[in-house]
């Protein structure tokens, strides 16, 4: 199974505010070791928020495209810290950036992508789609149709989509499975923004939803194992 591994940048940051906790890295490269080793294929998408948000910057003085560029460099500096944890921790991994920066990172291409998979590495791309006015959740379900991937995990705080914010509401229920039609008309269902749920349901791509920090989640995920939210 190849498993296309989403990840938001304010994980990366631990328990701070901001910035990347090497720890925290650590622990997910050996977590992404134990589905390695059950026969899975990875590829991880990282989001910006540990370290620039394009929202909070757009406004008078900084423009949205600006902004969403400013976002889309912080995720390849994501890319290539993790991807260096994870060589230092012994599990073989590849950072691509969809944005041009040859000094620094290999440019993405498909084919460069699947021959690192072909390797045994963990293929971590940064940049997003490489183009404003698109967000990571639309980037990792774009490169999860390309590359070709049984699924997009996207690991979250909680376990699972609930019907009703779980932290404001003790009533509400886990949802084990959802259409994709019903995540993107559900008002109360904001795991992905509509558009990349949209793209998921087009090409028929399931989303697991799950909680990141439950030792073993992401091997479970990523072997068809049934955990938090299936969206399909």
């Known amino acids: 199974m190849r498993v296309l591994l989403k990840l938001s940048g304010e994980q990366l940051a631990g328990d701070s505010p901001r910035g990347f906790d090497i720890e925290r890295a650590k622990w ?137 914010d779980p932290a404001k509401n003790p009533h509400a229920k886990l949802l084990k499975k959802l259409s994709h039609d019903q995540a993107i008309v559900g008002r109360d269902i904001r795991v992905m923004d509509k558009a990349a749920l949209g793209l998921a349901a087009d090409f028929n791509k399931p989303i697991v939803v799950f909680e990141l920090l439950k030792t073993g989640n992401i091997a479970k995920v990523a072997t068809g194992q049934t955990v938090g939210t299936r969206i399909e």
């Open 28 to 164: 997910i490269a050996a977590e992404v070791k134990k589905a390695q080793n059950r026969g899975a294929e990875v590829v991880i998408t990282v989001g910006a928020g540990n370290f620039v948000r394009g929202e909070y910057f757009a406004g008078d003085h900084v423009r949205p495209v600006t902004a969403d560029n400013m976002g889309m460099l912080a995720i390849v500096i994501n890319a290539l810290a993790l991807a260096d944890v994870f060589n230092s921790v012994g599990v073989r991994a590849a950072a691509l950036s969809n944005i041009q920066a040859d000094q620094v990172v290999d440019q993405y291409t498909y084919r460069r992508a699947l021959s690192h998979l072909g390797k045994g590495r963990v293929v971590i791309i940064g940049g997003g789609t490489g183009r404003p006015y698109v967000t990571s959740d639309s980037a990792a379900v774009s490169l999860a149709v390309e590359l070709d991937c049984d699924l997009v995990a996207k690991a979250t705080k909680v376990d699972g989509v609930y019907d009703d």
